[in-house]
């Protein structure tokens, strides 16, 4: 029998998490909002604990605003880049090779959250598929203004070869193991999740 970890799940050594557009004027239209920041907050600490490198995207700030405060208040280590295009392929890229001289080289895997599912987030995903990341998108941790738009963009990234799962599920396999030395710290992070 053959033993070891799948390659189909993440591992936090190679892996990185992008917010995408996430700010403040785009948020009030979005269908489920709060759940959204909730959900994309969760990722983020869970990273930061983890040592998973996580970076944000805006777009067109001038017009829609800066990230919204309850997702980079008290966290630490973020950086953003600004974009105009749709898909944050070009400035995720340049943000891997930035950090990748920290010794961790380029992560095999991008974890995508944000909005729009639809706009953004959906060419995003599909760009770095086609450049040969494994790409992992958090159901739960995405939204649009219309239900419809959000739905059928996460069926149309699982056959672009997305994987579409949930944040908690990313933050366990980040994780590993109940002997993992940060486990009691994430299962307090999931428990205040619920709340």
């Known amino acids: ?3 070891g970890k799948s390659s189909a799940l993440l591992s936090a050594e190679s892996c990185c998490l992008a917010v995408i557009d996430v700010q403040e004027k785009l948020i009030p239209v979005i269908s489920g909002a709060d759940s959204v920041i909730r959900s994309c907050r969760f ?3 869970a990273a930061q604990l983890m040592q998973v490198p996580t970076f ?3 777009q067109y700030p001038p017009g829609l ?3 919204v405060p309850e997702l980079t208040e008290g966290l630490t280590g973020l950086s953003c880049r600004q974009k105009l295009r749709f898909s944050a392929a070009d400035v995720i890229e340049r ?3 930035e950090d990748s001289p920290n010794g961790r080289g380029e992560p ?3 974890v995508l959250v944000g909005i729009e599912a639809h706009i ?3 060419q995003t995903a599909l760009d770095l598929a086609h450049r040969g990341y494994q790409v992992f998108v958090a159901a739960d941790a995405t939204g649009s203004r219309d239900t419809c738009d959000h739905d059928f963009a996460l069926k149309r990234l699982a056959a672009g070869g997305v994987t579409v799962t949930t944040a908690e599920s990313i933050v366990f396999e980040w994780c590993e193991s ?3 030395p940060n486990f009691r710290t994430l299962s307090q992070l999931v428990r205040s999740r619920r709340r």
Do not use: D, K, N, Y
């Open 178 to 180: 109940a002997e993992h």
């Open 108 to 110: 095999a895997c991008i």
């Open 56 to 58: 944000l995207t805006e």
């Open 120 to 122: 953004c987030l959906l």
């Open 65 to 67: 605003g800066h990230t």
């Open 1 to 3: 029998m053959t033993q």
């Open 43 to 45: 990722l983020m600490e």
């Open 95 to 97: 943000q891997v090779a």
